[in-house]
């Protein structure tokens, strides 16, 4: 198998985070010339990253498909439990970062690379992630594990997020969001220490370097 990736990309860290948890390891790539391009879409038509390439050539987009298939060809415990109702605890923090919260991060990330300066169009999408993160402070566990005692696909999916929530976002608008929620905030704080998780953070601001000049132009 080979993944392609992009260490910067919070939903390409999610996979990484499952990899991590479960001991595994896999070959990784950057989409060959470049996220989008022609080249990539035609081994992913959907253009974006992460992807994985199974064995027998077939790709499979989206980290939630990814993490899904990973979880159970990998073996081990699952991470997303396996107790009903922890396993549902995982399934809507995971749905709540993506339906909530991502979508306008999505927004965020574009702006970055197409509009960094557009003031106006940052404030118009903040209302949609506070909300969002409101409604995961009211779910998540105020711990160092989103959904339960144990590290789960819940803190895949919420931890590389948040980074941008934290170190992105708020530079930019000059508020962490994460001020106003505290069970989110305490997480934050916690997970950052875990030992599965705190590498793969580590990854993502080291690649978030390059984009130094660019984030330096949106906070002007």
């Known amino acids: 198998m080979k993944l392609y990736s992009n260490p910067a990309s919070p939903y390409a860290a999610r996979v990484?985070?499952?990899l991590r948890?479960?001991?595994a390891s896999i070959d990784l790539a950057d989409p060959p010339g470049g996220i989008g391009s022609t080249e990539y879409r035609a081994i992913n038509p959907l253009g974006k990253i992460p992807a994985l390439a199974l064995d027998d050539g077939r790709i499979l987009p989206e980290s939630e498909v990814i993490c899904g298939y990973l979880?159970?060809?990998?073996?081990?415990p699952s991470l997303?439990?396996?107790d009903p109702v922890h396993r549902a605890q995982v399934a809507l923090i995971v749905r709540l970062a993506d339906l909530y919260v991502s979508p306008g991060m999505n927004d965020f990330f574009k702006l970055?690379?197409?509009d960094p300066g557009n003031r106006t169009a940052i404030a118009k999408i903040l209302p949609d992630i506070a909300r969002g993160l409101k409604y995961l402070d009211l779910y998540v566990a105020p711990?160092?594990?989103?959904a339960h005692e144990h590290f789960s696909q819940a803190d895949c999916a919420l931890a590389p997020l948040l980074l941008y929530v934290t170190e992105v976002?708020?530079?930019v608008i000059g508020e962490n969001l994460l001020e106003k929620r505290p069970n989110l905030l305490a997480y934050?704080?916690?997970i950052q220490q875990d030992v599965i998780a705190a590498p793969v953070l580590a990854e993502m601001r080291q690649a978030l370097k390059k984009y130094q000049p660019m984030l330096q132009a949106a906070q002007q």
Not at 143 to 146: E, Q, R, Y
Request: net charge positive; aromatic share 10%.
């Open 16 to 18: 990484r985070m499952l």
């Open 21 to 23: 948890a479960k001991g």
């Open 71 to 76: 979880d159970i060809t990998l073996g081990g």
């Open 80 to 82: 997303y439990l396996t």
């Open 112 to 114: 970055l690379f197409t």
């Open 143 to 146: 711990n160092s594990h989103a």
């Open 169 to 171: 976002l708020a530079p």
């Open 188 to 190: 934050w704080q916690a």
